[in-house]
Every structure is written in C-alpha cells, then in structure tokens.
C-alpha cells in the first residue's frame, strides 16, 4: 500500500524558516517524480513544487522560486521542502503527492499524503 | 501560464442525477488533463488521467471527455459518497496549474 507522511508544519513567524518531509513507503520511490501541492484555509489547490525521480530536475511555481527548495533522499525514501522567508500567504495546508511516471513532465499525482499545516504568523 | 477555469463554482444536485463540470484552459493541453475529488479536512483523490482514463478503484459512474482546451467530468447517477469539491488539472506544462474547484452539494 502506498503511504506518504507529511512532516514538519507548524507555526513559524514572518521571515523564519522551515523543512518539510514526507516519508514514503509501498512503492519504488526512486522511480517516480513527486510534488509538493499546497491548500491554504478555505482555498483551492495549488502546485507548489516538483522533482524528477532522480532529483536532477526540479521545478518551482513563481510564488516560491528563490525562497523553497525541493530535494529528495533516495536511500531514505523521503522528499524535502526547505522553506525560507515565509510570508502569511504561505500558510496552508502542504501536500506531498507521487507523480505517475519518473521524469517530473507529464506527470499527474496518482497519491497524495494527508497533508501538514504550515502558519506563518507573528 | 496556462490557467484552468471550472464551470459551475457550485452545483447543487440530488441522488441519482446525471452531473457534469466543465473544465477550459487557456491554450490547448492535448490531453493532458486530470481529475481529483476532495472531502473536507482530507486529501485530493485521483479520478481520472489523461482526460479520460478512469484511475483504477474509481466507479465506474465517473467519466472524463475532451481534448485541447475544453474537458468535462461527467457523474452518470450521483452518489451520496459524491458530495465533495472536483478539481481539474493540467500537466501539460509549467507550471501545473489546478481550476478553482467546483463544490458539488446536497439539493
């Protein structure tokens, strides 16, 4: 069965930072790209982040270019954000999400994690 | 960017109706098209791939049409485990980019 864990949200002040992690298990984890996707309270969805199954590509949404990174451990089927100088906007819920196929394009995410919240607040 | 747009916003419908969400980008995306479900205080549920591959353990009450720009998610007899939020997205470039979300409730 395929799981993915979400970790690391919380309440963070204007500015600070945070990591996030999501464990994954019940698949071959380096064969297949991930994303991260994020919900903020009463809102839609939105496509935060994406990496290839080998973590040689990565891609960010504007909102949080040059402020988040993705990157993904291999040998510990875990996926990462780094989040730094969060801002309100960027409270939500954050969802990790497996992609259908290795490389990042043309990927849609067949499972997603149960999400952890992120509040940026002071 | 490509931007999604969902037609209805909300739809309110009751058991055993036929419901169909309408979904338009603003440039073709072939087919490259997918479908999530999302109950409240839960995670997106994959429904529907590549405009019209239906994923597996999805009923088969739930269908996907169209190509290009214009797509549609079709419900044949609604179910009361139905009442939920659909969300379109496409994958057809960078970066993805998901409608606002159509509210299907309780009539």
């Known amino acids: 069965e395929v799981q993915l864990v979400e970790s690391g949200g919380g309440l963070v002040q204007p500015g600070g930072s945070l990591r996030l992690s999501c464990a994954a298990s019940?698949?071959?984890?380096?064969?297949?790209?991930m994303t991260w996707v994020r919900q903020a309270p009463g809102k839609g969805l939105e496509w935060v982040s994406g990496?290839?199954?080998?973590?040689?590509?990565?891609y960010y949404a504007d909102s949080v270019k040059g402020r988040f990174t993705i990157s993904r451990d291999n040998s510990k089927n875990t996926l990462y954000l780094q989040m730094n100088s969060l801002r309100a906007e960027d409270t939500a819920v954050y969802y990790c999400?497996?992609?259908?196929?290795?490389?990042?394009?043309?990927?849609?995410?067949?499972?997603w994690g149960q999400g952890t919240l992120v509040t940026v607040s002071s | 960017d490509i931007q999604m747009t969902q037609s209805p916003s909300t739809l309110s419908a009751s058991v055993g109706d036929r419901v169909t969400i309408t979904c338009r980008a603003t440039?073709?995306?072939?087919?490259?098209l997918a479908w999530y479900q999302q109950k409240p205080g839960k995670a997106p549920k994959l429904l529907i791939y590549?405009?019209?591959s239906l994923e597996s353990g999805v009923p088969s009450r739930f269908s996907g049409s169209g190509s290009g720009a214009e797509f549609t998610l079709t419900i044949s007899s609604l179910q009361p485990d139905d009442f939920a939020t659909y969300y379109c997205?496409?994958?057809?470039?960078?970066?993805?980019?998901f409608g606002q979300g159509t509210k299907v409730e309780i009539k």
């Open positions: 999400a497996k992609g259908s196929r290795a490389a990042a394009g043309s990927s849609y995410f067949d499972f």
């Open positions: 019940g698949f071959a984890f380096s064969s297949y790209a």
């Open positions: 990496i290839s199954a080998s973590g040689g590509s990565t």
């Open positions: 440039q073709s995306i072939s087919n490259w």
């Open positions: 590549k405009a019209s």
């Open positions: 997205q496409q994958y057809n470039s960078y970066p993805w980019t």
